[in-house]
C-alpha cells in the first residue's frame, strides 16, 4: 500500500494525499518561495523549461513545478517514496511530468535543465560541495537550495559534532544512522541519508561562495521562505531553531 509521509498533494480527482497536514503543498510557503524565484527568473517563459527536483520524496514539489507549465522531472532513491511519487503520477493529467527511481549523483546522465531544486537534500550527503559544483554544470539559469547549514553555535536539535574541515569548508558532521546496525533498513528511514551514514553540513557562507564559484552571477538568500512573519522567524522561528535556510543562485543569459 502506498503511504504518504509528508507532501499534501490534490489529486485529479480531488482527493489529497496527506489530508492531516491540513494544508496543500501548493499552499505551502515553501513552494510559494521557488515559485517567485522561478516567476522572477523566466517570467512569461516558463512554459517548457526543465526544472529538476531532487530527492523529490513523495513528489510533491514536482507536480507543482509541472502544473506551472514545466518539464518537471523528479529523482528519488527509495523505493518506497518512488511508489508514492508513481501514484501520484498516475492520478494527475500531467504529459509533462516524470519520475526517475534514481540516484542524484546520477544527475548528468539526464541532461541539462533550466532549473535545479533541492530541498531538503544537501544536509544528507557527505560531499556536498562536490555535489554542488557536479549539479552546476548541468544548470543553465537557477538554482533553488532549501537546506540545513552548520552554525558557530551549533544546534541542539540535531546530532551534530564539533565544527571541523571537509572539502576545505567549515562546516558539521551530522550522524544519521548506525551502519552495523542488525535491524537496519534504509527503506523504512524515509527521511535519512542513503548510503553515507553520516552528513556534512557546510556553513552558509560556503554554501553561497561554492555557487558563486560555480558560474552563478547572482547569490542570495531568499527569506519568504519563511511565511509572512519574517521578523519572527528569524528570531524565534524554524529558520532560527533549526538553522534552516533558502539559498538562490542565478546565472546570466
Known amino acids: 500500500m502506498v503511504s504518504f509521509t509528508h507532501h499534501n498533494i490534490r489529486l485529479d ?3 489529497l494525499t496527506k489530508p492531516e497536514i491540513g494544508f496543500l503543498i501548493s499552499e505551502s510557503s515553501w513552494f510559494q518561495s521557488a515559485k517567485r524565484a522561478i516567476e522572477l527568473s523566466f517570467q512569461d517563459e516558463i512554459a517548457g523549461k526543465r526544472i529538476v527536483d531532487l530527492g523529490c520524496l513523495e513528489g510533491g514539489y514536482t507536480v507543482e513545478f509541472a502544473r506551472m507549465g514545466m518539464d518537471a522531472l523528479g529523482v528519488e532513491i527509495r523505493q518506497s517514496n518512488f511508489a508514492a ?3 501520484v503520477k498516475a492520478h494527475v493529467d500531467l504529459p509533462n511530468l516524470q519520475f526517475v527511481h534514481d540516484d542524484v549523483w546520477n544527475i548528468e546522465k539526464y541532461g541539462e535543465f533550466d532549473a535545479f531544486f ?3 537534500l544537501l544536509y544528507h550527503l557527505d560531499r556536498p560541495i562536490e555535489f554542488l ?3 552546476s ?3 543553465r539559469k537557477l538554482m533553488i537550495l532549501n537546506t540545513h547549514v552548520a552554525t ?5 536539535n540535531f546530532p551534530l559534532g564539533e565544527m571541523t574541515e571537509h572539502e576545505a569548508t567549515p562546516g558539521r558532521w551530522l550522524h544519521e544512522y548506525e551502519p552495523s546496525a542488525p535491524d537496519l533498513d534504509l527503506e523504512q528511514i524515509r ?3 542513503w548510503g553515507n551514514p553520516r552528513s556534512f553540513w557546510p556553513r552558509q557562507e560556503y554554501i553561497l561562495d561554492t555557487l558563486r564559484k560555480c558560474g552563478f552571477a547572482m547569490v542570495f538568500e531568499q527569506f519568504d521562505f519563511v511565511g509572512d512573519n519574517i521578523a519572527d522567524e528569524i528570531k524565534q522561528g524554524y529558520y532560527a531553531t533549526h538553522d534552516r535556510r533558502m539559498i538562490v ?5
Open 13 to 15: 480527482d480531488g482527493t
Open 85 to 87: 511519487c508513481r501514484h
Open 118 to 120: 533541492c530541498c531538503g
Open 133 to 135: 559544483r557536479l549539479i
Open 137 to 139: 554544470q548541468s544548470c
Open 152 to 156: 558557530e553555535a551549533g544546534n541542539p
Open 191 to 193: 527521511w535519512s541519508s
Open 249 to 253: 543562485g542565478v546565472k546570466s543569459s
